[in-house]
């Protein structure tokens, strides 16, 4: 089964980095993983909620910011889209 996502949209909600403990792992720096929420307005005004970790999570919260057009790869979670590759669009075609 193919498991892949392709979505352009706005970013609707405020970045937050949040970071999430992990007893189960051993050493001290698999403990921590980082996580971002953010929620993508379609053309159609569907908003979709996303979820970005670990590296995808900082740069997502050190290069985007509400407001901006993205455009988004992902895979289809129970009720989110996991991003696994995002970019922000720069040029605008009339």
Known sequence: ?????FLSGKIVNKI???FVFDINKKRLGEKHISVV????????KQVINLHGYNEMADW???KVRQ???V???????NNYI?????EKKSLQFF
């Open 71 to 77: 455009l988004i790869q992902g895979k289809l979670r």
């Open 37 to 44: 929420k953010v929620q993508l307005r379609l053309e159609d």
């Open 67 to 69: 407001g901006e057009q």
């Open 60 to 62: 997502i919260y050190r």
């Open 1 to 5: 089964m193919i498991n892949i996502c």
């Open 82 to 86: 996991e991003i696994e590759k995002i």
């Open 16 to 18: 937050d980095l949040k």
